[in-house]
């Protein structure tokens, strides 16, 4: 798997989707147990997971016996968990993949939303919204059509 950097990010690209995570290229990456991944679907919205092991699970409830967290680790939860059975980012890879490849990403995980393509506020009022102005790079995203731009 071909791993590329692109400034604080770590890069994995595939037919579907595209992976980026911050991670210490110099480490083993086949060790990882606990990665949140930004998602990037071809064609499609980007999403954000939290990627982690049953073992990286455990160790944090065992942490928090201890810290007295989660009521004394009596309870774990975290929103956009995806949980692979074996540690490392080939694992974690193959699991997004599976979300992305049987459709289920959009369920297991939230849309990050585009700060250059927000959905309008609503106001209570009934007055337009106002929205602030966000500097945002010339567009190179496929997914609007032409007349957008």
């Given at each position: 798997?071909?791993?590329?950097?692109?400034?604080?990010?770590?890069?994995?690209?595939?037919?579907?989707?595209?992976?980026?995570?911050?991670?210490?290229?110099?480490?083993?990456?086949?060790?990882?147990?606990?990665?949140?991944?930004?998602?990037?679907?071809?064609?499609?919205?980007?999403?954000?997971?939290?990627?982690?092991?049953?073992?990286?699970?455990?160790?944090?409830?065992?942490?928090?016996?201890?810290?007295?967290?989660?009521a004394?680790?009596?309870?774990?939860?975290?929103?956009?968990?995806?949980?692979?059975?074996?540690?490392?980012i080939?694992?974690?890879?193959?699991?997004?993949?599976?979300?992305?490849?049987?459709?289920?990403?959009?369920?297991?995980?939230?849309?990050?939303?585009?700060?250059?393509?927000?959905?309008?506020?609503?106001?209570?009022?009934?007055?337009?919204?106002?929205?602030?102005?966000?500097?945002c790079?010339?567009?190179?995203?496929?997914?609007?059509?032409?007349?957008?731009?």
């Amino acid at each position: 798997m071909k791993i590329t950097q692109d400034g604080p990010f770590l890069v994995v690209e595939r037919e579907r989707f595209v992976a980026r995570f911050s991670a210490d290229p110099s480490s083993d990456l086949e060790r990882l147990q606990d990665q949140d991944i930004y998602v990037t679907v071809t064609g499609g919205p980007t999403y954000y997971a939290t990627v982690m092991t049953l073992q990286a699970i455990d160790a944090a409830l065992r942490r928090w016996t201890r810290t007295g967290e989660a009521a004394g680790g009596r309870y774990f939860w975290s929103t956009d968990l995806v949980i692979t059975p074996r540690a490392g980012i080939t694992a974690m890879i193959e699991a997004i993949d599976g979300l992305v490849r049987e459709g289920e990403i959009a369920q297991a995980c939230q849309i990050v939303p585009d700060p250059c393509n927000p959905p309008p506020p609503k106001r209570l009022d009934g007055l337009p919204p106002s929205l602030p102005q966000i500097q945002c790079p010339p567009s190179t995203d496929t997914r609007r059509s032409s007349a957008a731009r």
